[in-house]
């Protein structure tokens, strides 16, 4: 059909289609008034434009038709003329940090959702990308690790900078960040910490606001360490502080995490997920007299593992020491010690640990 499909990548998700979204949506053969309505009453710039298969055949403006008109159209001419039949598209499971970046290279509001089959099943709007409320949450994002199991890549730049999908690691979260609506992120840098700050600068590109915190290469403070920086240095709002590794690629639901915070009362929310591992033999289970009782083939076990990626609230900050080496792991430990609530919030969306090269080649598809 001529147009370009970005097609799926190793961190996507499946989007939802918007309210009234096929009221965006006009044939061929539509005329100039019918696609201005459409465009008026489905609250984009543009419609998207199918064929009698319904099949995508392209989108027309606002700026199109209202060009056409002055060049002399009519309302009732039909807008095949001015279909723009090579725009771009995204696949189902492209990640909303992905669009969002597309978005703001190519300069556009609007990407329509194509299947394999060419159909539409839904349209990404800028509005919807970046989330219409803005959270008081701040993010904090540990970025500051040697990445020593990364080398020689980490050599000359942090892990959190290693490309995956064409973009840093730390870029796609901070694109996640902004699409649920966090809009101030905390950077803890460390371990070459120029390259971190002067791609990001204040956030300003990625739509957010960018402060950084930095951890002495010679004296590491820890995850938790970092939290006492940002005590120390910047201005914590009253509300649930997100805190994560910064090699994570992920499209866990931002909101969905911090509402089971507040919905439990916790201190600490730390999200949690199924880690699976296939024993690649039978297993045989025997009694004292090494009788067999038993012969499992290939049996599965499976654990509930820590995703690196929690919601604390600020009161906890004051808990952190000012100086040494303290992991963040120390602090829910304390939490515990005290008897107060620390919640398990389960998710199963996209999630990879980019900490070993195997990591990274799945991260990148080539696993």
């Known amino acids: 059909m001529g147009s370009k499909v970005v097609g799926m990548d190793a961190i996507g998700t499946q989007p939802v289609p918007p309210a009234g979204f096929d009221r965006l949506v006009v044939g061929l053969d539509a005329t100039i008034l019918q696609a201005l309505a459409a465009i008026d009453v489905g609250g984009a710039n543009a419609a998207v434009v199918v064929d009698g298969l319904e099949r995508f055949a392209g989108i027309v403006t606002d700026g199109d038709l209202r060009r056409a008109l002055i060049g002399g159209g009519h309302l009732t001419g039909s807008i095949r003329p001015y279909v723009q039949a090579t725009a771009l598209t995204v696949a189902p499971h492209v990640s ?75 870029e796609w979260i901070v694109l996640h960040l902004v699409g649920a609506g966090i809009k101030r992120i905390v950077l803890a840098t460390g371990y070459l910490a120029e390259h971190v700050e002067e791609h990001f600068g204040g956030g300003e590109r990625f739509g957010c606001s960018i402060e950084y915190v930095r951890d002495p290469e010679d004296a590491p403070r820890g995850s938790g360490g970092a939290l006492a920086m940002v005590r120390d240095e910047l201005d914590v709002p009253d509300a649930p502080i997100v805190v994560m590794n910064g090699d994570l690629i992920t499209q866990f639901d931002v909101g969905a995490m911090l509402d089971h915070h507040r919905c439990t009362g916790a201190m600490v929310t730390i999200a949690a997920r199924p880690l699976f591992h296939e024993v690649p033999f039978g297993v045989i289970g025997h009694d004292s007299d090494h009788r067999v009782t ?40 304390e939490c515990l010690r005290r008897g107060e609530h620390v919640s398990a919030w389960d998710f199963n969306d996209e999630w990879n640990d980019v900490g070993r090269h195997d990591d990274l080649a799945r991260a990148r598809g080539i696993q």
Do not use: C, F
């Open 96 to 170: 909303r940090a992905h669009v969002l970046d597309l978005m703001r290279v190519r300069g556009v509001n609007q990407l329509p959702i194509v299947d394999a089959d060419g159909r539409v099943t839904g349209i990404h709007r800028l509005g919807d990308v970046i989330g219409r409320t803005t959270r008081p949450n701040v993010a904090v994002v540990m970025a500051g690790g040697r990445g020593t199991r990364l080398y020689p890549l980490t050599r000359k730049v942090p892990k959190p900078m290693v490309t995956v999908a064409g973009r840093p690691i730390l």
């Open 294 to 333: 038993e012969l499992v083939e290939k049996p599965v076990m499976s654990w509930t593992i820590n995703a690196g990626i929690y919601a604390i609230e600020p009161s906890l900050l004051d808990r952190v020491p000012s100086d040494g080496e303290y992991p963040i792991t120390e602090l829910v430990g």
